[in-house]
């Protein structure tokens, strides 16, 4: 029997905490692709699903109300929990 593992949506512009985080998530089974940026986060929720947010607040190119916001606003997404990292 397998088991399908969670996806995580990582979104932190901070290179060591995001692949600190996803280093460690994927050892914990979870499927996890990383972004630095807002624009980033767009394009992977435009690409495909996921089962969870870990959303930094600050971002360079947009803060992460913002873009919680704007998931929030998509019917496909907008169930999708999100989990906001802040400094």
């Given at each position: 029997m397998s088991v399908i593992s969670k996806?995580?949506?990582l979104?932190?512009?901070d290179q060591e905490i995001r692949e600190l985080l996803?280093?460690?998530?994927?050892?914990?089974?979870?499927q996890v692709r990383?972004?630095?940026?807002g624009a980033?986060?767009?394009?992977?929720?435009?690409?495909a699903p996921c089962d969870l947010v870990?959303?930094?607040?600050?971002?360079?190119?947009?803060?992460g109300f913002s873009l919680c916001r704007w998931i929030r606003q998509h019917p496909r997404q907008a169930q999708v929990p999100i989990i906001m990292l802040t400094a």
């Open positions: 996806s995580i949506l979104v932190d512009d996803q280093t460690y998530l994927s050892r914990a089974g979870f990383g972004v630095p940026d980033g986060f767009r394009q992977a929720m435009n690409e870990i959303l930094d607040v600050m971002l360079p190119d947009e803060d």
